[in-house]
């Protein structure tokens, strides 16, 4: 009977051990994933929207700069025309102060036959009429007859008409060329006035086209940064597709954690063995996570730890729970050994381990904490909501 008894009790203590052994863990872990599950699609949401933004932001820039790149194609057209037609207007302005400079000459030279031709005309007729009376008797004792004085006579009266003939020519032929000249000047100051107005064209044009050009340029830069922040919202759209796949991954296990946790048991603080170090690695974890939260924030840091030592789901020491991985922010950042090697820890801390070591908790058996995020209920301490 009591071999029986001792082996009865041996299969009682063997049940026992494999029903605490079974992970278990709190509702509220699920709901703190479908808070952050619920949270990365609100922000997959945000970053699409985002990201069909900057693609029409960037359509319309590329249409725009199209646009412009056509304007651009014009004005340049039309400041080659305009340009040709400087051109072209310079080389009738040179040709015509060619024909002016012509013309001046020609019309000294009318001058200057004038002048010759009025000169010999005026000795003539000085010498005509201070030998007046001379040529008389000349042309009475001379000739042969008096059909031959007449000859002689009507050849004077020809000589004379001649030269009026020719002053007259030179004269109408000095008038024309200076009027011509003066033609020509007007029409060089009408060439000069429009190069002028052709110049300011040209300016403004180009002026047009140095604008147009720095437009693209703009644009151009624009575009470059719309794409690059195009391909970093798609970066990011990625990264929290791949995101929501883990969290839903995590929400899947957790709601299976979350029944067998309904079937799990807990231990008893007066179970667990503490060993030597473990209120200071407790007390300066509390430091790092809870060091300017209000006394009963600290309190329920140790507790959450205690917890986990008790639950199933977690190592079952202090060293354990505290160093496992990706659970504590201060370890995986280094502050939990900065704040070991200076022992920061205070004195409120250091009674917060205490208490928590001995079991008391001011958050139940919440086994997480983390700063609030919308969707996450628990009880919130100072800035920590526990869950």
Same mark, same amino acid.
């Given at each position: 009977m ?9 299969v009682?203590?063997s049940a ?5 052994a ?13 808070a952050?599950?619920?949270q990365?699609?609100? +922000?997959k949401?945000k ?11 960037l359509?319309g820039? *590329?249409?725009t700069?199209?646009?412009l ?7 340049n057209a039309?400041l ?9 207007l310079?080389?009738q302005?040179?040709?015509k102060?060619?024909?002016i400079?012509?013309t ?5 030279e009318a001058k200057?036959?004038?002048?010759a031709?009025y ?13 007046r009376?001379y040529v ?11 059909s +031959? ?6 050849y004077?009266?020809?000589l004379s008409?001649?030269d009026?003939?020719?002053?007259v020519?030179y ?13 020509l000047i007007?029409?060089?100051e ?11 064209e *040209?300016?403004r ?7 147009t050009s720095g437009?693209?340029?703009?644009y151009q830069?624009?575009?470059s940064?719309?794409e690059?922040e195009?391909?970093?919202y798609?970066?990011q ?8 796949a883990?969290?839903?991954?995590q929400?899947e ?6 029944e067998?946790?309904?079937?799990g048991?807990w231990r008893d603080?007066?179970?667990?063995a503490?060993?030597?170090?473990d ?6 974890l509390i430091y790092?996570e ?8 600290q309190?329920a ?8 030592v008790?639950?199933?789901v977690?190592?079952d ?8 991985k990706?659970?504590?922010s201060?370890?995986a950042?280094g502050?939990?050994a900065l ?7 205070t004195?409120?801390?250091?009674r917060?381990?205490?208490e ?12 997480f ?8 209920t628990?009880t *919130? ?7």
């Amino acid at each position: 009977m009591k071999g029986a008894g001792r082996r009865f009790v041996a299969v009682l203590m063997s049940a026992t051990l494999l029903w605490c052994a079974i992970p278990i863990t709190v509702h509220a872990d699920v709901k703190d994933t479908e808070a952050k599950l619920n949270q990365a699609k609100e +922000e997959k949401e945000k970053t699409e929207a985002a990201l069909s933004d900057t693609k029409e932001e960037l359509t319309g820039l *590329q249409e725009t700069t199209e646009g412009l790149k056509g304007e651009l194609s014009n004005l340049n057209a039309n400041l080659t025309e305009v340009s040709n037609n400087l051109a072209d207007l310079e080389g009738q302005i040179v040709d015509k102060e060619a024909e002016i400079e012509q013309t001046g000459k020609e019309l000294a030279e009318a001058k200057a036959t004038e002048e010759a031709q009025y000169e010999a005309m005026k000795k003539r007729v000085q010498f005509m009429y201070e030998r007046r009376d001379y040529v008389l008797l000349e042309m009475l004792f001379g000739s042969a007859n008096f059909s +031959e004085m007449l000859n002689r006579h009507d050849y004077i009266e020809q000589l004379s008409s001649y030269d009026r003939e020719q002053l007259v020519a030179y004269r109408e032929t000095k008038e024309a060329i200076a009027a011509h000249e003066a033609r020509l000047i007007e029409e060089k100051e009408e060439l000069d006035d429009l190069k002028v107005k052709v110049e300011a064209e *040209q300016s403004r044009v180009a002026g047009l086209v140095s604008q147009t050009s720095g437009k693209i340029s703009s644009y151009q830069n624009q575009i470059s940064e719309t794409e690059a922040e195009m391909l970093a919202y798609e970066k990011q759209l990625e990264e929290q597709k791949n995101n929501i796949a883990q969290l839903q991954k995590q929400l899947e296990e957790e709601r299976r954690l979350s029944e067998l946790a309904k079937k799990g048991a807990w231990r008893d603080i007066s179970q667990v063995a503490f060993a030597e170090g473990d209120r200071y690695l407790l007390a300066n974890l509390i430091y790092c996570e809870a060091g300017n939260q209000p006394y009963d924030g600290q309190v329920a840091v140790g507790a959450v730890v205690m917890n986990r030592v008790m639950s199933g789901v977690f190592p079952d020491t202090v060293v354990g729970v505290i160093y496992q991985k990706r659970q504590f922010s201060p370890v995986a950042s280094g502050r939990l050994a900065l704040a070991l090697a200076e022992n920061r820890a205070t004195p409120a801390c250091y009674r917060a381990a205490d208490e928590a070591m001995a079991g008391k908790t001011t958050v139940g058996n919440c086994l997480f904490f983390r700063t609030p995020i919308e969707g996450l209920t628990g009880t *919130q301490i100072g800035g920590h909501i526990f869950y």
